[in-house]
Structure formats: C-alpha cells, structure tokens
T-cell receptor, first 114, second 117 residues
Framework: AQSVAQPEDQVNVAEGNPLTVKCTYS??????LFWYVQYPNRGLQFLLK??????LVKGSYGFEAEFNKSQTSFHLKKPSALVSDSALYFC????????????FGQGTTLQVKP | ETGVTQTPRHLVMGMTNKKSLKCEQH?????MYWYKQSAKKPLELMFV???????ENNSVPSRFSPECPNSSHLFLHLHTLQPEDSALYLC????????????????FGPGTRLTVL
C-alpha cells in the first residue's frame, strides 16, 4: 500500500536553532513530494515540492527539503527556527502514476520556543 | 491568502438538518477537491472534480453530496450526518488534476469547521 509516514507527532526546538521535520514514503515509481503548513484555524499552505532534478528543494519562508531516494525520505529543514514557524506540517506524496490523489502524512506539530 | 475561499467558516448542525458548504476559487483552475481533516488522522480525499465532472469519489457515504456547477464553485451538501462526521472540511483547487507526468500544486481554502450534534 502507498503511504506517507511522519514519525514524530511533535517537534520542539528553540528559536534560532535548526529544525528538521521528518517524512518517509512508500510508493511505487518516482514520487512527487510536497510539504504543506497549517496555521491554527487556517487551511493548508503550500511550502515546496520536489519533482525532479536537484535533491535539495528551496521553498517559502526559508524552508528547504532534501529528497533522498535510497532512504525514501523527504525531510523538511530550516537553518534557524522562528517562533512564528510554530504550526502543523504535512508531508504529501503524489505517485507518478496517480490521478489526483495526494497521499498525506498525519502531520507533525512544530513548537518553536523563544 | 491562497485564492480559495470557503463559507461558512464554522457550522453547527443537528443530525436531521440539511446544510451546504461552499467553496470558490479565484485562480482560474480547472480541478477542485473536497478533503476531510479529523484530529490525529491524515487528510482524507473525498471528491475530485475536473472541468465540472466528478473524477473521484473516495467511497464517501451518500449523506455527503457534492455539486460543481462550474470550474470556480464547489458545494458539499450535507444531510442526516452523524457525530463522527464532525471535522474540518477543506476545499482545494489545482490547474488540472495531476495525471501522470503532471504535478500541479493544490491550493487550499481555510476550511469549514463542522460540528454535528
């Protein structure tokens, strides 16, 4: 079965420290990978996506993600966390043979403390 | 803002009520989606529309009835819901549905928080 796993329900970091939010996937073929962020009482906002090419993808608000095919991972990173980055983060995968079905992980809450 | 609006933002209804959720996108997209977001669970895709035609019904109970009168508007009609249907209902749109080789990004609205009593 095709799936996305975000192994951590919550990640806590201090402001100014680097952050990583983990994502692994299990799909057939070459996947397209996405990260979305959800602030309280808001919908999901697109952060970045990997389609092909450079394994390091840069997105909005200083976030980046690294695609690792051998480890089937697409971890989200930021060199220096801000308190305003505190939100719910979703990893999603679109299998290359798919027709519209984004498969989402269960989400990881990021808490950045001052 | 993403260019996708949803109304109402909050809705409380009894199990015998009939209500409708509305979604409108101002992005010129051709594909629209309904998702259900429940606490501690991945987003569940409910319906997909492309050029007003339904292309996906992800085994959704018939008490949820979608309607897409044009590419900019999407409705979700609700009737005789159950308390377990309480959730955040998210609408999204993309330029087209992501067929093989296409990777159109989906843009989400703010959601409707539905509570069924």
């Amino acid at each position: 079965a095709q799936s996305v796993a975000q192994p951590e329900d919550q990640v806590n970091v201090a402001e100014g420290n680097p952050l990583t939010v983990k994502c692994t996937y299990s799909v057939s073929g070459n996947p397209y990978l996405f990260w979305y962020v959800q602030y309280p009482n808001r919908g999901l906002q697109f952060l970045l996506k990997y389609i092909t090419g450079d394994n390091l993808v840069k997105g909005s608000y200083g976030f980046e993600a690294e695609f690792n095919k051998s480890q089937t991972s697409f971890h989200l990173k930021k060199p220096s966390a801000l308190v305003s980055d505190s939100a719910l983060y979703f990893c999603a995968v679109l299998p290359s043979s798919n027709t519209g079905k984004l498969i989402f992980g269960q989400g990881t809450t990021l808490q950045v403390k001052p | 803002e993403t260019g996708v609006t949803q109304t109402p933002r909050h809705l409380v209804m009894g199990m015998t009520n009939k209500k409708s959720l509305k979604c409108e996108q101002h992005l010129g997209h051709n594909a629209m989606y309904w998702y259900k977001q429940s606490a501690k669970k991945p987003l569940e895709l409910m319906f997909v529309y492309n050029f007003k035609e339904q292309t996906e019904n992800n085994s959704v109970p018939s008490r949820f009835s979608p309607e897409c009168p044009n590419s900019s508007h999407l409705f979700l009609h609700l009737h005789t819901l159950q308390p377990e249907d309480s959730a955040l209902y998210l609408c999204a749109s993309s330029q087209d549905i992501p067929l093989a080789g296409s990777t159109d990004t989906q843009y989400f609205g703010p959601g409707t928080r539905l509570t069924v009593l």
